[in-house]
């Protein structure tokens, strides 16, 4: 079992930045694939980034590429959101998600994680 905590939410004006970060619990962190997913009022939860397990390769949503950048640090079991150039159509509550599928492929749907974050919310002001 997998327990998995973000921080780094808060307040921001268009433009800005924030780093969102997930901590994750167990010795076997650089064998997950993890993910950033986001959940805005009225609209479904939403795919924004993931990270490989093997080779730490990255997809984006075509909505945040080139603004947001996904890390990982196996040393200190965390994920890391990098969030650039914010827009108020990023506000929404940010969960962290992970899976030990060991899968090769781009894990970009909700259903292909088991583990979750509580959540971090996100606020861009304009």
């Known amino acids: 079992q997998v327990q998995l905590v973000e921080s780094g939410g808060g307040l921001v004006q268009a433009g800005g930045s924030l780093t969102l970060s997930c901590a994750a619990s167990?010795?076997?962190?650089?064998?997950?694939?993890m993910g950033w997913f986001r959940h805005a009022p009225g609209k479904e939860r939403e795919f924004v980034a993931t990270?490989?397990?093997?080779?730490?390769?990255?997809y984006y949503a075509d909505s945040v590429k080139g603004r947001f950048t996904i890390s990982r640090d196996n040393a200190k079991n965390t994920v890391y959101l990098q969030m650039n150039s914010l827009k108020p159509e990023d506000t929404a509550v940010y969960y962290c998600?992970?899976?030990?599928?060991?899968?090769?492929?781009?894990?970009?749907?909700?259903?292909?994680?088991?583990?979750w974050g509580q959540g971090t919310q996100v606020t861009v002001s304009s």
């Open positions: 998600a992970g899976n030990h599928h060991r899968s090769s492929f781009v894990q970009f749907s909700a259903a292909d994680y088991d583990y």
């Open positions: 167990g010795r076997t962190f650089s064998s997950y694939t």
């Open positions: 990270i490989n397990w093997s080779i730490g390769g990255t």
